[in-house]
């Protein structure tokens, strides 16, 4: 075929950028449409209260509950779900940043208004979320002020790897308690989604969802270093203590994850020493009991199979579908742009001059 195509049209690097211009024209020109059906089908659902919503395709507005809550990584700030990114620049001329993580996880919880509670697995939602933290930092910033970097920063980057040679750019969203919500999706018989508090022992942070059959929080743990210190308050700890009691329950062993941390390597002992003070001050927040929700519930919101459309957003349905106009008409009108100037930079190789 290329050298049939090359009988009329010379392969040179012109017509290969013409090739693939006209590939991303006809890309952006199908993705519009498909926005567009997004939009329409946004708008032919109506806003239901959750004590009549009915099963099928719903869509609901309300505040997120729960009785259990995860820790963000950045700011520790006690959430539903958090999505953590991190980026380095790549080109600092071109401003190209390369994505070195994504880190989210979840815990299913409910979405309230003045009729009733919905239970809603986040699973595979298109997530649309203010950011609670978005910060820039110099790669001399870790190099030249390392007792000034946060210690869940320094923390998050070791977990993943990540070496702040370049210029980082960190950026964490996430659905808190009392957070105002809107969501659309599919109402259907509860598969088995239970409500319990994550375990880190059964669940890594890298997944993408906390598995419904983990068994409960473990109790808080104290950690003596080999060094023969005694356990210390969280306000007593130095900032390197800190960081070190933080790999370690994070399970990390690898010593140039400590040393990328900037922490001595030191082996730890963990022992349990279950406390009511201190799981209170773990929380951080002030959550309703759980008797106040029924953690097995018959239905749940999630995303379907034969229904994938899924969001979960900060914003209204009408705010949504005005920002989805906005894009579809620019994908669609740029694809159609990029197309006609592919085609019109082939047809302008075959003629001779």
Not at 7 to 20: D, E, G
Not at 149 to 167: A, D, E, K, N, T
Not at 168 to 190: C, Q, V, W, Y
Not at 194 to 206: C, D, I, L, T, W
């Amino acid at each position: 075929m290329i050298r049939c195509l090359s009988l009329f049209i010379p392969i040179n690097y012109v017509t290969v950028l013409s090739l693939v211009v006209i590939a991303a024209g006809l890309y952006f020109f199908f993705r519009g449409f498909h926005l567009l059906a997004r939009k329409r089908i946004l708008l032919a659902t109506p806003t239901s209260k959750i004590q009549s919503a009915v099963p099928g395709p719903v869509e609901v507005t309300g505040t997120a509950v729960g009785p259990h809550t995860l820790s963000a990584p950045i700011t520790g700030k006690p959430c539903f779900l958090y999505r953590t990114v991190a980026w380095q620049l790549r080109n600092a001329k071109k401003q190209e940043w390369e994505k070195v993580a994504d880190e989210t996880l979840h815990l299913p919880f409910f979405i309230e208004d003045s009729t009733a509670q919905l239970l809603i697995e986040p699973l595979g939602a298109d997530l649309d979320l203010r950011y609670d933290f978005q910060q820039e930092y110099e790669a001399s910033f870790f190099s030249l002020n390392m007792e000034g970097v946060p210690p869940r920063l320094s923390v998050f980057l070791s977990r993943h790897g990540i070496f702040p040679g370049r210029r980082l750019r960190i950026e964490e969203s996430s659905i808190k308690p009392g957070d105002a919500l809107f969501a659309a999706g599919t109402l259907t018989e509860n598969p088995g989604v239970q409500v319990r508090p994550f375990s880190p022992h059964n669940e890594s942070p890298h997944d993408s969802a906390s598995d419904s059959s983990s068994e409960p929080i473990p109790a808080p743990q104290v950690i003596h270093l080999q060094s023969g210190a005694t356990p210390s308050a969280g306000q007593e700890m130095t900032q390197q203590e800190r960081i070190a009691a933080a790999l370690t329950r994070a399970g990390i062993a690898k010593p140039e994850a400590w040393s990328a941390a900037g922490v001595p390597y030191q082996r730890a002992v963990i022992d349990e020493n279950p406390s009511p003070a201190s799981s209170s001050a773990h929380s951080g927040t002030s959550l309703p009991e759980a008797s106040c929700f029924n953690l097995t519930p018959p239905v749940v919101l999630m995303k379907s199979a034969n229904d994938p459309a899924f969001v979960i957003s900060f914003r209204s349905q009408k705010e949504i579908a005005i920002a989805l106009a906005w894009k579809s008409s620019a994908m669609i009108w740029g694809g159609v742009a990029s197309t006609l100037l592919g085609l019109y930079m082939l047809l302008a190789r075959m003629t001779p001059l």
